[in-house]
């Protein structure tokens, strides 16, 4: 089992950055993949950012490349999602995921580990 549990959210100003960890427990970190994902009211949860097991391969939404940032540290099986230049529209409540099976990469059910979820705020 695996436990996932973020940090880092809050309220920001448009332009502004935070910077969401996602520490993990349970199982070694580097036997699974790691996902960002987000869900804002009404709609549904959408892929952000991936890494790969290694941290050598990414894989972002075009909305926010060159903005957000995703890596690992698998020493301390810490995930990060560095979000730069935040807009009103990234406002969500974020959640890490650790994928240890094959599956499309921007598909939450792909997935098998959740954390509880962060929320960010973007004001304008």
């Known amino acids: 089992q695996v436990q996932l549990v973020e940090s880092g959210g809050g309220l920001v100003q448009a332009g502004g950055s935070l910077r969401l960890s996602c520490a993990a427990s349970?199982?070694?970190?580097?036997?699974?993949?790691m996902g960002w994902f987000r869900q804002a009211p009404g709609k549904e949860r959408e892929f952000v950012a991936r890494?790969?097991?290694?941290?050598?391969?990414?894989y972002y939404r075009d909305s926010v490349k060159g903005r957000f940032t995703i890596s690992r540290d698998n020493a301390e099986s810490t995930v990060y999602l560095q979000m730069n230049n935040l807009m009103p529209p990234d406002t969500a409540v974020y959640y890490c995921a650790g994928q240890s099976r094959s599956g499309i990469v921007t598909d939450w059910r792909a997935y098998d580990y959740w954390g509880q979820g962060t929320q960010v705020t973007v004001s304008s």
């Open positions: 349970g199982r070694t970190f580097s036997d699974y993949a």
């Open positions: 890494i790969r097991r290694g941290g050598t391969s990414t």
